[in-house]
């Protein structure tokens, strides 16, 4: 496993340092490791305890998920989007933000449906939830954990039955943005080299179907977790969405995951 800091240690330090989920392929903390290996931005790690507390974290940047980025003395960032502007004035070779307004207004568009609150990683968390949530055979700590992350991120049952037909609306949506791209001789989600979008993609694609566990190790619980059992949503997850996803990690980033 990766080398991490606790948010004590790190407090004191100058430079990017990056508060992740360590074991765990959170589609957020991924993505924003992708964007840093992509623009080889070196950071310090600080761990975040998923399910946890997380008072000093809460302490030093007034919230308690995961990624946050902070650096020097600016303040902290723990949105994608300023996550994103924040690695690209950094580092701007390679830029990951396209420079015209039309794919970059496109870009954001879509990247807001996958990260952001109400998208798919938020509507499949309310899938998970609702399916530990209403098994009357999880254990009593699965069901502490639920009713935890149920209460900081918006669960309802009412909203985790809709879930399904969001995650698939947006998963048709990127497929005719890809089939678009390809019909016109790109590879990539816009324009004609890898964006951010192609990196969000890639590391929320573990929530409709993981990467085979030589590739992204993670415990069995995780692994039944992330894999999306719902017909509405396998349907939607079509292979060569899945197949984007492993160009980009292929191409652009690291294999196997070092979390
Ligand atoms: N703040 C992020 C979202 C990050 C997020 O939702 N992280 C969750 C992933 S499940 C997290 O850290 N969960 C662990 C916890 O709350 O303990 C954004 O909107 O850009």
């Known amino acids: 496993m990766a080398e991490y800091i606790d948010v004590d240690q790190a407090i004191g330090m100058d430079g990017l340092r990056v508060v992740l989920t360590p074991a765990v392929p959170g589609p957020w903390t991924e993505a924003a490791r992708g964007i840093l290996h992509v623009k080889r931005i070196p950071y310090i790690r600080v761990r975040q305890e ?5 008072l000093p974290l809460r302490e030093w940047t007034r919230q308690t998920t995961a990624p946050v980025f902070i650096h020097n003395d600016e303040r902290p960032r723990s949105l994608w989007n300023d996550q994103l502007y924040l690695a690209e004035r950094l580092q701007p070779d390679p830029p990951l933000i396209p420079r015209a307004i039309d794919e970059r207004a496109l870009m954001f568009g879509l990247a807001n449906e996958l990260c952001g609150e109400n998208g798919l990683g938020w509507a499949r968390r309310l899938m998970i939830l609702h399916g530990t949530l209403t098994n009357p055979r999880a254990d009593g700590d699965a069901q502490g954990f639920a009713r935890f992350m149920g209460a900081k991120y918006g669960y309802a049952p009412e909203l985790a039955e809709a879930a399904p037909r969001r995650v698939a609306e947006i ?32 590391a929320f694609a573990a929530l409709i179907h993981p990467l085979p566990d030589a590739l992204c190790p993670m415990s069995p619980g995780f692994r039944r977790m992330y894999e999306c059992a719902d017909p509405t949503v396998k349907a939607a997850g079509s292979p060569q969405l899945l197949a984007h996803r492993d160009f980009i990690y292929h191409e652009h980033l690291q294999l196997p995951l070092d979390m």
């Open 50 to 54: 998923l399910g946890g507390a997380n």
């Open 171 to 202: 998963l048709n949506a990127l497929d005719r943005q890809l089939a678009a791209q390809r019909a016109r001789g790109s590879r990539y989600l816009i324009g004609d080299r890898l964006s951010a979008l192609d990196i969000y993609w890639a």
